[in-house]
Every structure is written in structure tokens, then in C-alpha cells.
């Protein structure tokens, strides 16, 4: 899900890319950040291209 947040700039437009809702996507993003320590979605998906996620 990281990736595909990071190619668009909104929880809705990634929704719509992988056919969730955008609840769905804050949801998921939310718990991917917690688990990192992330404080901002780029904080995220910087630590995911860095390989600290599968």
C-alpha cells in the first residue's frame, strides 16, 4: 500500500487505485506509520523505500 500512497498525493485517489475506500487507506496508513515511528505520511514512505517494511 506504501508504494502505491506514495505515486498519488491522496488517501481517496490511492483508494481508488487499489479499489478501497479512502477510510480504508487513513486506516491502514495510520498502523503502518504507528509501527514505523513515522510521523508523516513521507516519513513513511521514505522508511518503506529504505527497506524497514516488506
Known sequence: MLPCVAA????AG???RLGLRPETVKG???SAMRKLGA???LEAVVARRAGLLP
Open 8 to 11: 498519488v498525493s491522496t488517501n
Open 14 to 16: 490511492a483508494g481508488e
Open 28 to 30: 491502514y496508513l495510520r
Open 39 to 41: 510521523h508523516t505520511r
